[in-house]
């Protein structure tokens, strides 16, 4: 069964920063690239980020390039998003998804809140 949870949200004050985790079972990560994506109160979502399978390259929606980065782990199993000089509008829940071609997602995790307010 494939599975993905992610973890680190939580409450930040504009400026900080957090880091999400994907831990992933259930399938061969390595062989998967993978994306996150968030969805905010009252909005659709909006793709954040994607890596390819062996990591070495990786795309940001432009309002987080320069603050945000995605990173995996193939031994862990794991995909991270490091989030920096967080913004009150990056508050939204966060996803990691598996991605199949044709920007298609098959596989969603359940979600983690990252909330940025003073």
């Known amino acids: 069964e494939v599975q993905l949870v992610e973890s680190g949200g939580g409450l930040v004050q504009p400026g900080g920063s957090l880091r999400l985790s994907c831990a992933t079972s259930?399938?061969?990560?390595?062989?998967?690239?993978m994306s996150w994506v968030r969805q905010a109160p009252g909005k659709g979502p909006e793709w954040v980020s994607f890596i390819n399978s062996g990591g070495g390259s990786t795309y940001y929606v432009d309002s987080v390039k320069g603050r945000f980065t995605i990173s995996r782990d193939n031994a862990k199993n794991t995909l991270y998003l490091q989030m920096n000089s967080l913004k009150p509008e990056d508050t939204a829940v966060y996803y990691c998804?598996?991605?199949?071609?044709?920007?298609?997602?098959?596989?969603w995790g359940q979600g983690t809140q990252v909330t940025v307010s003073s």
């Open positions: 259930g399938f061969t990560f390595g062989n998967y690239a």
């Open positions: 998804a598996r991605f199949v071609g044709g920007w298609a997602h098959d596989y």
